[in-house]
T-cell receptor, first 112, second 114 residues
Framework: GDSVTQMEGPVTLSEEAFLTINCTYT??????LFWYVQYPGEGLQLLLK?????DKGSNKGFEATYRKETTSFHLEKGSVQVSDSAVYFC???????????FGPGTRLSVLP | DAGVIQSPRHEVTEMGQEVTLRCKPI?????LFWYRQTMMRGLELLIY????????DSGMPEDRFSAKMPNASFSTLKIQPSEPRDSAVYFC????????????FGPGTRLLVL
C-alpha cells in the first residue's frame, strides 16, 4: 500500500545552517507530493507541493523536488531561522487509490 | 477568505460526559476529514466525508465516536461517553479535490478529559 517515510527527529540546527529533511514514498500510482508544517499550538499548513515527476515545489525559502527514480521528495532550505522551528510532515495524495498518507513528522529546532 | 473553522478551541470535561466538536469547512470544498493527534500515535485519520457522505470511517476508534455532516458547511464529531484516553488535539480539514487533493486544516480543538 501507499506509505511515506521521513527521517527521524528531532533535528537541531543553528540559525543560518542548511536544512535537509529526507522523505521517501511508496505508491501504487503517480501521486502528488506535499510538505506540511505545523507550528507549536497550530494546525498543519501546506508548505509546498509537486504534482508530477521533476516538478519543484517552493515556498518561504523551502524547496523540494519530485524524484520519481528515487521515490523521494526531500525538503531543503539554504539558511534556516529560529522561526522555522516546527514539525514538518511529508505526505502523498494518490489519485487512483483515492488515498492520502502523512509521514510521521520531523521536529526541527533552530537555535539562535 | 475564511479557512476551516473549528469550535471550541479548547475543551475540558470529565470522564463520562458527552463532547461535541464542530467544524465548518472552506466554502466550496466537497471533502472533509477529521483527524486526531497525540504524542504517542501521531496524526490519525478518523473519518473522511465526500459530498456529505461518510466514505471511510475505518479510523474511528470505537462506538463511542460518531461523526455527522448534515450539510456541506457543517460537521460534528461526538464522543459519548468520553474517557481520559480520548485526550488529544482533534483537527478538521477540507479539500476541493477529493481524498488525494490538498487538504486545508483548521486550528484544532484541544480536548482534555479528566
Amino acid at each position: 500500500g501507499d506509505s511515506v517515510t521521513q527521517m527521524e527527529g528531532p533535528v537541531t540546527l543553528s540559525e543560518e545552517a542548511f536544512l535537509t529533511i529526507n522523505c521517501t514514498y511508496t505508491a501504487t500510482g503517480y501521486p502528488s507530493l506535499f510538505w506540511y508544517v505545523q507550528y507549536p499550538g497550530e494546525g498543519l499548513q501546506l508548505l509546498l507541493k509537486a504534482t508530477k515527476a521533476d516538478d519543484k515545489g517552493s515556498n518561504k525559502g523551502f524547496e523540494a523536488t519530485y524524484r520519481k527514480e528515487t521515490t523521494s521528495f526531500h525538503l531543503e532550505k539554504g539558511s534556516v531561522q529560529v522561526s522555522d522551528s516546527a514539525v514538518y510532515f511529508c505526505a502523498l495524495g494518490e489519485r487512483y487509490g483515492q488515498n492520502f498518507v502523512f509521514g510521521p513528522g520531523t521536529r526541527l529546532s533552530v537555535l539562535p | 477568505d475564511a479557512g476551516v473553522i473549528q469550535s471550541p478551541r479548547h475543551e475540558v470535561t470529565e470522564m463520562g460526559q458527552e463532547v461535541t466538536l464542530r467544524c465548518k469547512p472552506i466554502s466550496g470544498h466537497n471533502s472533509l476529514f477529521w483527524y486526531r493527534q497525540t504524542m504517542m500515535r501521531g496524526l490519525e485519520l478518523l473519518i473522511y466525508f465526500n459530498n456529505n457522505v461518510p466514505i471511510d470511517d475505518s479510523g474511528m476508534p470505537e462506538d463511542r465516536f460518531s461523526a455527522k455532516m448534515p450539510n456541506a458547511s457543517f460537521s460534528t464529531l461526538k464522543i459519548q461517553p468520553s474517557e481520559p484516553r480520548d485526550s488529544a488535539v482533534y483537527f478538521c480539514a477540507s479539500s476541493d479535490a477529493g481524498r488525494q487533493g490538498t487538504q486545508y486544516f483548521g486550528p484544532g480543538t484541544r480536548l482534555l478529559v479528566l
